[in-house]
Antibody, heavy 117, light 112 residues
Framework: EVQLVESGGDLVQPGGSLRLSCAAS????????MHWVRQAPGKGLVWVSR????????SYADSVKGRFTISRDNAKNTLYLQMNSLRAEDTAVYYC??????????WGQGTLVTVSS | DIVMTQSPLSLPVTPGEPASISCRAT???????????FDWYLQKPGQSPQLLIY???NRASGVPDRFSGSGSGTDFTLKISRVEAEDVGVYYC?????????FGQGTKLEIK
């Protein structure tokens, strides 16, 4: 079965750090761009970051640039999002997604990050 | 950034009736390869978003043919020929022409 499974979401204090993981299975992970998209409680979808197939090209939303880092380990079929200097406004469900904007778009079920003291 | 504006934001529909959602971008989404980098997604209650339409008018795998996408340049439309109960949720348009990718505000479809 083709699927993406996120993990790592948690309650963290403002200024803290967290690393999200996304395990891919059922397809050739290293053939696709990967993305992170987030959704604050009761709000719409916001694109966060993307990474190309071999991990050499990255893009970030301005709101997370300099604080978040996207990376991947193709040997482990896993995508990561390192989140530093977290703020209350980063509270959201974080979705890992394959090929956003392409034919093979696929999303995980999401992992909740709550930033609060 | 490209701004995506959807209308309406709320759409009550009687089962069996048609429905239509519009989305407008602040600049053309036509890529040099001839495709419009524009998608429609549906987020059913309690679920993650699922791709309905890619490149403006192509149905994703497994999407019923009652869903259709049309449009070009900056203006796009999603049509549902006959709404079914399982179609409830929030519909989002999205542009992938340039980063940051941006989504519309979402249109909540509910059954009357």
């Amino acid at each position: 079965e083709v699927q993406l499974v996120e993990s790592g979401g948690d309650l963290v204090q403002p200024g803290g750090s967290l690393r999200l993981s996304c395990a891919a299975s059922g397809y050739s992970f290293n053939n696709y761009w990967m993305h992170w998209v987030r959704q604050a409680p009761g709000k719409g979808l916001v694109w966060v970051s993307r990474l190309n197939e071999d991990g050499t090209i990255t893009s970030y939303a301005d709101s997370v640039k300099g604080r978040f880092t996207i990376s991947r380990d193709n040997a482990k079929n896993t995508l990561y999002l390192q989140m530093n200097s977290l703020r209350a406004e980063d509270t959201a469900v974080y979705y890992c997604a394959r090929d956003v904007g392409g034919v093979g778009s696929l999303w995980g079920q999401g992992t909740l990050v709550t930033v609060s003291s | 950034d490209i701004v995506m504006t959807q209308s309406p934001l709320s759409l009550p529909v009687t089962p069996g009736e048609p429905a239509s959602i519009s989305c407008r971008a602040t600049q053309s989404l036509l890529h040099s390869n001839g495709h419009h980098f524009f998608d429609w997604y549906l987020q059913k209650p309690g679920q993650s978003p699922q791709l309905l339409i890619y490149w403006g008018s192509n149905r994703a795998s497994g999407v019923p043919d009652r869903f259709s996408g049309s449009g070009s340049g900056t203006d796009f439309t999603l049509k549902i020929s006959r709404v079914e109960a399982e179609d409830v949720g929030v519909y989002y348009c999205m542009q992938a022409l340039q980063t940051p990718y941006t989504f519309g505000q979402g249109t909540k479809l509910e059954i009357k």
